[in-house]
């Protein structure tokens, strides 16, 4: 809503009261990294990583590990990003998430073919009920959607 200061607040409160909200990591870093902390983004997210592996919480780990990744592609860090994709996979092979967002990457770099092949994978693991709406708006296709030369 254009109160970026109300929001780290907002965001800040949910993370002391649960330090692996998976909305609240997501958004919070999306907020860092729009403010020019893209490293610190990363620092915070790699600690709730850590905290998620010493809690032997192997759900909410994925999930952070996911938001890296994203965050990763947002700063350019295609390489990166699809590598954090792939060991997702490597881990959990029915996970649909890293087929999706590797499918999203693809598509942004006009790897048409591999996209199709990702988004394949998606649609044959994703539950029906999985609604693509709220990915659809996530940052990887928002840079689609108004990107110039960031793509």
């Known amino acids: 809503m254009g109160d970026a200061d109300g929001a780290r607040a907002y965001y800040e409160e949910v993370l002391a009261a649960n330090p692996l909200s998976f909305e609240a990591l997501f958004e919070n870093a999306l907020l860092m990294d729009r403010s020019g902390e893209g490293e610190a983004a990363i620092r915070r997210l790699e600690e709730a990583l850590r905290v998620a592996e010493e809690d032997n919480k192997k759900k909410e780990a994925r999930d952070v590990r996911l938001i890296i990744a994203q ?4 700063q350019k860090n295609v ?4 590598g954090i994709y792939d060991e997702l996979t ?5 996970d649909f998430r890293p087929y999706f967002c590797r ?3 693809y598509s942004l770099l006009d790897r048409n073919e591999e996209a199709k092949e990702q988004f394949a994978k998606y649609r044959e693991l994703s539950p029906k009920k999985f609604e693509v709406d709220g ?4 940052p990887l296709s928002r840079m689609k959607l108004f990107s ?4």
Not at 79 to 82: C, Q, S, V
Not at 90 to 94: F, L
């Open 148 to 151: 110039t030369d960031e793509s």
């Open 71 to 74: 965050i990763m592609f947002l």
């Open 135 to 138: 990915y659809l708006r996530t």
């Open 79 to 82: 390489d990166e990003a699809l």
């Open 103 to 105: 499918g999203m990457i």
């Open 90 to 94: 490597k881990e959990d092979s029915k």
